[in-house]
């Protein structure tokens, strides 16, 4: 079973203020990632990592930011929230072997920016 | 560049009825696909995943796929569906760099009547 965790599910703030989305894996795995989900819509790759001082920007321009200071850990951060970010946010994780390696998913972030 | 295009937005089945749900693919090399569930307000669960082995895959609650190369198809059925079928279903395929990103198709309800 996947191990992945993203805190907090749910979170409603005013525009202008900064937030950080938590993602934390305890599988050790080299590749993170964050996926934003629109309702009804495709997931959108926005960020990903392959390792530890490792980050890329992913096929969706995003304004969001992201660190990766320790393995099992990949906060995403908004510095100033707008309604266009009111959206769902999933982080991932690949131990990627070769190409046969699955994403293993948190259960999501949705945020919503009055 | 891969891609992956699911037809159909919205299936709608009776319980018990065949669950068919179709995925065609793009791809320049060798895919990897993979069919993905999301039940409301979680995130994405993998239900099985074709790496160049058997054509056709089993996964997980009785769903199986076929791939097929000539039709650059990757199509998820179920004999008889059951009422926690019920969620969106996501076709994905590896992208074409080492990275481990997954592109995913638009997703597809899945509505299953009584």
Redesign the interface.
């Known amino acids: 079973e996947a191990d992945i965790y993203q805190t907090p599910r749910y979170l409603v703030i005013g525009t202008g203020k900064k937030i950080t989305l938590e993602c934390s894996q305890t599988m050790g795995h080299d590749k993170m990632y964050w996926y934003q989900q629109d309702p009804g819509m495709e997931l959108h790759l926005i960020h990903y990592s392959y390792g530890v001082n490792s980050t890329e920007k992913g096929d969706l321009s995003s304004e969001s930011t992201v660190s990766r200071i320790r393995t099992e850990h990949f906060p995403l951060t908004l510095e100033s929230a707008r309604p266009s970010h009111t959206s769902q946010y999933l982080c991932a994780s690949s131990e990627w072997t070769g190409g046969t390696g699955e994403l293993f998913f948190g259960e999501g972030s949705r945020l919503t920016v009055l | 560049a891969q891609s992956v295009t699911q037809l159909g937005?919205h299936v709608s089945v009776s319980e018990g009825a065949l669950v068919l749900l179709r995925c065609n693919y793009s791809s320049s090399v060798p895919p990897?696909l993979?069919w993905?569930v999301q039940y409301p307000?979680?995130?994405?669960?993998?239900l099985l995943?074709y790496?160049s082995a058997a054509t056709l895959v089993k996964g997980i609650n009785g769903f199986e796929a076929e791939f097929k190369k000539s039709e650059t198809s990757f199509h998820l059925t179920k004999p008889s569906a059951h009422m926690s079928d019920a969620a969106e279903y996501?076709c994905a395929v590896?992208g074409s760099s080492?990275?481990?990103?997954?592109i995913?198709?638009?997703?597809t309800?899945l509505q299953v009547k009584p």
């Not at chain 2, 307000?41 to 993998?46: A, I, T």
């Not at chain 2, 995913?104 to 997703?107: I, L, P, R, V």
């Open positions: 937005s990897y993979f993905y307000n979680q995130g994405l669960q993998l995943k790496t996501f590896s080492n990275t481990g990103k997954l995913f198709g638009q997703g309800t």
